[in-house]
């Protein structure tokens, strides 16, 4: 079983897509990331085992080797399709709710700004590491943001500025978000930030790569689950908790004698 998953997991990371798929050379006429996924769930895998211990590694690996410059844009970009391609056979699990996200994750290029491929690759290294992703797309305005915060509460933001010109433009959509829900939390990145830009304009957390994205947001559901104490938790607390937990300018103490969060408490 558990060699399926590491197989599922080396075509992420290689960016294997299917049988068919030339890509790369060395795996030509192999089982890809979409007949492994089925054949795993056949063998009774649950979906959510194929995303932790098949998917999300292999995502991690491949988020690991782009910020060490070991690989490049279109591996990346060959390795989210071969996610891509798995995922849609562990989708009825996801829609049916059998299967939970860690959170959701709003995303989008902000108002000005045309470029979206660092987007995408945020977007798609955070959906691999078991988030649901909204892609707002690109030249998006803090109204369309904020519309999104509030259909989906307890959802993380990010905001993509490739441009220097828009930079600004990012500064007041950060303003104009803070000022409706005070405690969002919101990510941001882009080329030409930095962090000290981003503590300038009240972000909680710049991050230059996408790996660094994953990881923040891993992190806040690890501080998270400390307060909580324990790992499974209802949707509606944990939607509870984001909301109200993460109001403070920092998250409280973890572990015992942390505030309770528990819905009624
Ligand atoms: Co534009 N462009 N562009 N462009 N473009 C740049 C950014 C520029 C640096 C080129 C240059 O002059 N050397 C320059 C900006 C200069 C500046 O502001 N200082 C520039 C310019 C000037 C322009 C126009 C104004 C040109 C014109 O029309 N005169 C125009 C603006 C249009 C607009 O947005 N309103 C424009 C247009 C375009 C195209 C449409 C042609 C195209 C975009 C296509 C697309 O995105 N669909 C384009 C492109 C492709 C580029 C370059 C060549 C490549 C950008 C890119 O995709 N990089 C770029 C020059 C360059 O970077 N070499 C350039 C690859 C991508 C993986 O990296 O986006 O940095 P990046 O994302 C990284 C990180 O930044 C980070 O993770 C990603 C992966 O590592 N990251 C995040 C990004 N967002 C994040 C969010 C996070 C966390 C990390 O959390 C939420």
Known sequence: MNNILEQLGHCIEFGKINQSSPYPPDMKDMDGADELARQALKMGISASEILQSGLVPGMERVGVKFRENKVFVPQVLMSAKAMH?????????????????????????????????????????????????????????????????????????????????????????????????????????????????????GADFYSPDPQGAVEYLQSVTEQIMKLLDFSNIAFETWVFCLKNLLVAESLPPTGHGGPSCRPGD
């Open 85 to 201: 391609a798995a995922m849609e056979h562990l989708k009825p699990f996801f829609q049916s709710g059998e299967v939970a996200r860690k959170g959701k994750f709003v995303i989008g290029t902000v108002s000005g700004d045309l470029h979206d491929i660092g987007k995408n690759l945020v977007g798609m290294m955070i959906e691999g590491a078991g988030w649901e992703v909204i892609d707002l797309g690109v030249d998006v305005p803090a109204s369309k943001l904020i519309e999104a915060i509030e259909k989906n509460p307890g959802c993380l933001v990010g905001l993509s500025a490739l441009l220097t010109t828009t930079m600004i433009n990012m500064a007041d959509t950060v303003r104009e978000i803070k000022s409706s829900y005070p405690s969002q939390k919101i990510l941001v990145g882009g080329a030409p930030l930095t962090d000290n830009f981003r503590k300038e304009i």
